[in-house]
């Protein structure tokens, strides 16, 4: 009997001959011919994909790199990561399980300079640098590092995390005339000494690149000055809220985002802030990490102080709040006050809140008999992150049903509300899940809004809230 040529197999069925293989056996089959070569780049194929290697295997680490880097026959990713800390005993290359990015931890300077060199390549527009040890480049090796980074022309995104004493941090480099770097977020390491200045070469690529920036974000408090560089007309602000930083704000008009990090300023800051007239007619998307104690009563911003500010945005669609104090002898406090929220808030199509589901008061917005619902026609998004739901709050057949209940009840009445839970251990008919997406339908339904919520494929499970048994 003649054996089949391999090549009559359809593409579906050679996929699946090539899960089995390992990372340079792809790169091997992906030389074969073109079509071998298409099939071979599928992110399914890479996806979780690590390369270890010993610190003396530089050869073996390198040759790594170069497979990753070829054009052709490698799937499509366009984000690398490269960290460098001296107290890790090997190499490490790590592909994201989207296929969409490459991680390089390592402790040897050599192969970041080398990730950097041939990872980062034409089709790559993020990169995320961290560097956490004083000691762990030369000034020499940090300048090289510098204009490594600055050859790439093509990257629009830079997260740098430096240490303050470390070489990259204190090297006087001057950003060359060139590239298109439009999203810079930046954070110091390190205890800040009095009298401290900011990075120079971060300050010198905010510099070149201070009238095509739409994004910066410095989380450091002795680095906010680098926020002089943020141009007028930026559609994205991360930034701690001093002060200083409400003079700054006056002067942009066109801000579509901005997020605000608190902790450090007194509630009266927060609220001028808030009140600017140019903020509140332009702004789409807004963020405020909170500090707990500025919801205390006769110490902070009262929740009501908040939501009549939040109510004259004219624009607003996301509304995500962090650092709500949540505690059952304080119910005028914090998320409590949900019903004040959602009317606050009629246009706004998503909430996020750090709260326990448990502990969210979903009766309130359960409409009386004839009444109409509280919750807004446009919202289609509450989430719920960074919470931790006891074991029996979810479980089919405990005595904490009644969140369920409440929440079915108020999915009947709002049929577009989708309900995000991001928990570090949610239990569901004794199932432990960690990230769940409650649909208001019935799974052999679905609406226009389902297809921009978390898919599976990301470790989100799905709740089909009136098929589930109560």
Not at 122 to 140: C, G, H, I, N, Y
Not at 177 to 202: D, W
Not at 348 to 368: F, G, N, Q, R, S
Not at 394 to 422: C, F, G, N, Y
Request: hydrophobic fraction near 40%; include cysteine; charge should be positive.
């Amino acid at each position: 009997m003649p054996l089949a040529d391999i090549n009559m197999l359809p593409d579906h069925t050679l996929e699946r001959v090539f899960f089995y293989l390992n990372p340079f056996d792809l790169g091997r089959v992906s030389q074969v011919c073109t079509r071998w070569s298409k099939l071979s780049g599928a992110r399914r194929l890479w996806s979780g994909h690590q390369f270890r290697h010993k610190l003396r295997a530089t050869a073996d680490c390198l040759r790594s790199i170069r497979l990753l880097s070829r054009s052709r026959g490698v799937f499509p990713y366009h984000k690398v990561e490269v960290a460098l800390d001296s107290a890790l005993g090997r190499h490490q290359i790590s592909i994201g399980r989207d296929a969409d990015r490459v991680t390089v931890a390592t402790a040897s300077p050599l192969t970041m300079l080398l990730s950097l060199r041939h990872l980062v390549c034409d089709r790559v527009t993020t990169l995320k640098v961290t560097v956490s040890q004083m000691e762990a480049l030369t000034p020499f090796e940090a300048q090289v590092v510098w204009e490594t980074i600055a050859s790439k022309e093509r990257l629009s995104e830079l997260f740098l995390t430096l240490h303050r004493g470390g070489a990259m941090f204190l090297c006087p480099f001057e950003w060359p005339q060139r590239g298109f770097v439009t999203q810079v977020t930046f954070k110091a390491l390190g205890n800040a000494p009095s009298g401290s200045s900011v990075c120079a070469p971060v300050r010198s690529l905010l510099e070149m690149h201070r009238y095509q920036l739409k994004l910066l974000y410095v989380v450091n408090e002795d680095q906010q000055p680098l926020l002089e560089f943020c141009p007028s007309d930026a559609f994205h602000l991360q930034a701690i809220l001093l002060p200083s930083l409400v003079g700054r704000l006056t002067q942009f008009h066109r801000l579509r985002s901005l997020c605000l990090n608190s902790h450090f300023a007194h509630p009266d800051v927060l609220a001028e802030v808030l009140s600017l007239p140019g903020i509140r007619h332009s702004l789409w998307d807004l963020d405020v990490i909170i500090k707990p104690g500025h919801w205390e009563d006769g110490e902070g911003l009262s929740v009501q102080a908040l939501l009549e500010l939040l109510r004259g945005f004219e624009h607003l669609r996301k509304v995500r709040l962090i650092g709500l104090s949540v505690s059952p002898d304080a119910p005028q406090r914090g998320p409590w006050n949900l019903r004040g929220l959602m009317k606050s808030l009629p246009q706004v199509k998503a909430i996020v809140l750090d709260v326990d589901p448990c502990m969210l008061p979903l009766d309130v917005l359960v409409p009386h008999e004839g009444g109409e619902s509280v919750v807004p026609d446009t919202l289609t998004a509450l989430k719920l992150e960074r919470s931790t739901v006891s074991v029996q709050a979810l479980h089919k057949h405990s005595a904490e049903d009644s969140w369920l209940v409440e929440l079915r009840q108020v999915m009947r009445t709002a049929p577009r509300l989708h309900v995000i839970i991001e928990a570090s251990s949610c239990f569901v008919a004794d199932r432990r899940l960690s990230k769940v997406v409650i649909m208001p339908h019935r799974v052999a339904e679905a609406c226009k809004d389902c297809p921009g919520f978390p898919a599976p494929q990301r470790g989100f499970s799905t709740i089909y809230i009136e098929d589930y048994f109560l």
